[in-house]
């Protein structure tokens, strides 16, 4: 019957007969054809037109599909692999096929048969089939154990299937030099014995079980030989040949693997089983390519790349909510009017961009669609000028941190929506309407910026001077040396404002101020609430009121930055950097092999990536990352390796805080430890400097750095290193002083460092 069938307009496609009258064709599909001798040939692309009464079928199409037609004795025998299928005989000068014996009724077209092929099962050849194409040997060995009939073996000579699935390649010889007298060859080990144990996950080193697949993958190819099914239908060809295999019979074991598994003897509670590693494994470094995830999008939360993308998109309907979202935000605040382009004028694009917005633990909450700007088609000095725009410094919000959890401050978090799109601009910008947000009114007019939008190269810069103005109205005063950090006091009541351009820190001691401040900063920018703090800047904060103590942890970002770079099951380290080890530039890649591998590893990358954890809560790894970032213009094997390990410390460290614990009855005092790393370049044989500030227990500030002179001994070194920790004092302080909190800074800062206990 006519299967998989898919049904045609009218007059979509038409036969023209042999008198020349066309005839519609209704349907297009798979014809399953039962034939009297039980089998059953599938026929596809066939046309079904209800008008014409008699089924044709194409020689030619026939010979298409592997099949072979012979005349014997005045009739075409078809046949396919040896095997007839079946015979016509000529009738009114055509050749027609009897299927009067067959279950294929022609009144439908749904008819199902599945009736055996009715053939000889004395054919040796067809028990030869039936057995996944066995030797003639095991069909022997099968006749005499009395599991088969007697059958003349003879009746095949050859089978085009084993042919065809059994072939291999001409071995080679490998000659080896033979002794023909005693003592003419002798083989010694130089000084001991060496065991070499077979790799795990190598059964190619295994001679018994690849010779065991052998066997098995001629089995399938035979019997796929024999067929058109597709290749998916190899595995099932693999179980039967493995489950004949089980019931066939060996010359030398008695039993069949069969039979052995059924009879157990002993108990098998007591087996151990196998441990496999649960580590998932990927290509070498060698073998593969890395895709930066931030480019391609592979791994991480499936989110569009464009407007037709979302459209696409199995969460279409939150892309266009949120879409609609930042349309009511644009359209709230007026961002542009529509007008006329003027003729000198010029338009630069815009696109929607699309993110998953997600919690502390990598769960996504938001899905935020953003209407930018192309701000590369900008002209400079025309559509933009002054672009420069500061954040808060990650040392300025670890101070705050460090005091907030000393003196048991209550800390605020808010979140500006959509936070670019409240500056004003001072310059003419002309933009392309946003794709689906088309005025039917005005086709053809385009959008005039009255306020700055994300992209604009000075939106940034127009959001803070517009956050600037309004927060100083309401009695802040910002800092000298931190623009973005704010402070209002009045009397003992004090609060600060962090801000880190739409993400907002509010830290005080007086509730009350701290929700009028709230609440004002509710009436000039559309804002969202977010309680105590607990998520910034890919930092999750801990905090135990009982013990006045805040952690700073970055496991999320941590778990994500793994996942880029495939690390995320690899083996933890102890150490970021091994001691006393030794690199220069010299290791780098330097054959066109070398240097076209390395071009595909993401060294630059995953500097960067370390680089951020370093600044916001991993001062451990500041030395390992600050040597490894030397090397990134032409690394080499040995520098991804070192990159790599930094990785695996962070994988077994990522749960790790960095804390700060309040005690009243200690002096809340800033103190900093300096130390140097005497020609640990190699290549210019300069030294190191590092030093970190701490304040409330734990570390605020710190710096791993080349010294930019040479120092001609350790003790010169230690100085240098000395020197560049009091100019950062002097930072640290003079900001420290600013925020009015913490007495002990007009006092002198103490400075810890190694040379001047050797000298006293």
């Known amino acids: 019957g006519l299967r998989a069938s898919r049904k045609l307009k009218p007059g979509a496609l038409s036969l023209y007969v042999g008198n020349g009258q066309r005839e ?31 089924g044709v079928i ?26 007839v299928y079946f015979s016509a005989i000529p009738r009114d000068g055509i050749f027609e096929i009897d299927l009067s014996n067959s279950l294929t009724n022609e009144s439908s077209i749904y008819v199902v048969s599945n009736k055996r092929a009715n053939l000889d099962l004395d054919s040796a050849h067809l028990w030869h089939c039936c057995h996944g194409y066995i030797s003639k040997k095991r069909i022997e060995k099968l006749q005499h154990d009395g599991l088969l009939d007697s059958s003349d073996l003879r009746a095949f000579e050859k089978c085009v299937s084993c042919m065809s699935g059994k072939m291999t390649r001409k071995p080679y010889t490998h000659q080896v030099e033979r002794a023909k007298d005693l003592l003419r060859l002798i083989n010694t080990d130089d000084h001991r014995i ?47 040949a493995a489950r004949i295999l089980n019931m066939v019979p060996t010359k030398k074991v008695e039993k069949t693997p069969y039979e052995d598994d059924l009879e157990i003897d002993e108990s098998q509670s007591d087996i151990v089983p196998i441990r496999r590693s649960t580590r998932t494994r990927h290509a070498s470094d060698r073998m593969c390519l890395y895709i930066d995830a931030e480019e391609h999008e592979l791994g991480d939360l499936g989110e569009p790349t464009n407007y037709k993308a979302a459209l696409l998109d199995h969460e279409s309907e939150k892309w266009l909510n949120a879409m609609n979202v ?88 808010m979140d500006v929506k959509t936070a670019f799109l409240n500056g004003y601009l001072n310059e003419e910008v002309y933009m392309e309407k946003p794709e689906c947000f088309v005025n039917p009114k005005y086709p053809n007019r ?53 801000l ?73 380290g102890s150490i970021p950097m091994r001691e006393k080890l030794k690199l220069s530039k010299s290791q780098g890649a330097s054959t066109p092999a070398e240097l076209k591998r390395m071009q595909n590893v993401p060294y630059a990358s995953a500097i960067g990536s370390i680089m951020y954890a370093v600044r916001c809560t991993r001062p451990d790894v500041m030395f390992a990352q600050n040597v490894k970032s030397r090397f990134q213009q032409n690394p080499g094997d040995i520098h991804w390796t070192t990159v790599k390990n930094i990785l695996k410390y962070l994988s077994n460290t990522k749960d790790m805080f960095l804390v700060y614990e309040g005690d009243l009855k200690r002096e809340l005092r800033v103190s900093f430890y300096t130390d140097d790393g005497y020609l ?31 120092a001609t001994s350790s003790a010169e070194a230690e100085y240098v290193a000395a020197f560049d920790a009091s100019k950062e004092a002097v930072r640290v302080r003079k900001f420290i002083f600013g925020l009015g909190v913490v007495p002990t800074i007009r006092e002198p800062i103490s400075m810890y460092v190694i040379i001047l206990k050797q000298l006293l």
């Open 680 to 710: 640990t370049g190699a290549d210019d044989l300069k030294s190191q400097t590092g030093y970190v500030f701490v304040l409330n227990g734990g570390a605020v500030d710190g710096k791993s750095a080349k010294q930019s002179i040479f």
């Open 500 to 572: 880190y351009l739409d993400d907002i820190l509010i830290m005080g001691n007086n509730i009350s101020m701290l929700q009028s401040v709230k609440s004002y900063l509710g009436r000039c920018f559309a804002m969202k609430d977010l309680g105590e703090a607990a998520y910034i800047l890919r930092i999750k904060i801990y905090r135990d009121r009982s013990r006045q103590l805040i952690g700073l942890c970055q496991s999320a970002y941590i778990e994500k930055i793994l996942k880029r770079y495939c690390m995320e099951n690899s083996k933890r």
């Open 58 to 83: 194409s020689v030619s199409r026939l010979y298409e599909d592997g099949f072979v037609n012979r005349f014997v004795d005045n009739t075409i025998q078809v046949s396919r692999n040896n095997v």
């Open 24 to 54: 519609a064709v209704e349907a297009i599909g798979a014809f399953y054809l039962c034939l009297p001798s039980g089998l059953e040939i599938v026929l596809n692309n066939c046309h079904y037109a209800p008008s014409i009464t008699r």
């Open 326 to 413: 930042e349309m009511q935000s644009v359209k709230d605040i007026e961002v542009w009017v529509l007008v006329e382009l003027p003729p000198n004028g010029k338009t630069v694009g815009s696109k929607w961009l699309f993110k998953k917005k997600t919690d502390m633990d990598g769960v996504v909450h938001t899905y935020k669609a953003r209407l930018v700007e192309k701000g590369y088609t900008q002209t400079p000095w025309i559509n933009y000028e002054e672009t420069f725009s500061s954040v808060a410094h990650t040392r300025a919000i670890r101070i705050l941190i460090a005091i907030a959890a000393y003196y048991d401050y209550e800390i605020w978090q």
């Open 194 to 240: 060496i065991v070499h144990r077979t790799p795990p996950y190598t059964p190619q080193h295994n001679g018994v079980s690849e010779r065991k697949n052998r066997t098995l993958l001629d089995m399938v190819r035979s019997m796929m030989s024999q067929t058109t099914l597709p290749k998916s239908f190899r595995d099932y060809a693999l179980e039967t």
């Open 446 to 498: 385009v959008c005039k910026l009255k306020r700055s939008i994300y992209g604009l190269k000075q939106a940034s810069r127009q959001w803070n001077k517009r956050f600037d103005d309004e927060i100083k109205k309401f009695g802040f005063t910002q800092d000298r040396d931190e623009p973005c950090v704010y402070l209002k006091a009045s009397g003992s009541n004090i609060t600060f404002l962090i």
